[in-house]
Nanobody, 122 residues
Framework: QVQLVESGGALVQAGGSLRLSCGAS????????MGWFRQAPGKEREFVAA??????IYADSVKGRFTISRDNAKNTVYLQMDSLKPEDTAVYYC?????????????????WGQGTQVTVSS
């Protein structure tokens, strides 16, 4: 079992930056695909980014602005968000999948955090 806890969400102005963190307990993240999803009010949860050994994928809407990374020694995953836009406003969720195949499908992730709110003002 993996427990995930996100932090770092805040209110920020458009054009600003934030770094979200996701700490894990219960298992080492080294053998897990780690991802970030987000959900805006009234919308479905959508894929943001995912990372595993030798590979990273991003949603087209964040490519070039967001960077996912991990520190296996700290069992922590990060999402660096730059050039933020009001449409990035959402609750951001950290997720983990015990597999080798990167995927954008939320149904294929096994563990989820409670989420952290990111609000970008115009």
């Amino acid at each position: 079992q993996v427990q995930l806890v996100e932090s770092g969400g805040a209110l920020v102005q458009a054009g600003g930056s934030l770094r979200l963190s996701c700490g894990a307990s219960g298992r080492t993240l080294r053998s897990y695909i780690m991802g970030w999803f987000r959900q805006a009010p009234g919308k479905e949860r959508e894929f943001v980014a995912a990372n595993f050994v030798g590979g990273t994928i991003y949603a087209d809407s964040v490519k070039g602005r967001f960077t996912i990374s991990r520190d296996n020694a700290k069992n922590t995953v990060y999402l660096q968000m730059d050039s933020l836009k009001p449409e990035d406003t959402a609750v951001y969720y950290c997720t983990a999948r015990k597999d080798f195949e990167l995927t954008r499908d939320s149904g294929r992730y096994n563990y989820w955090g409670q989420g952290t709110q990111v609000t970008v003002s115009s």
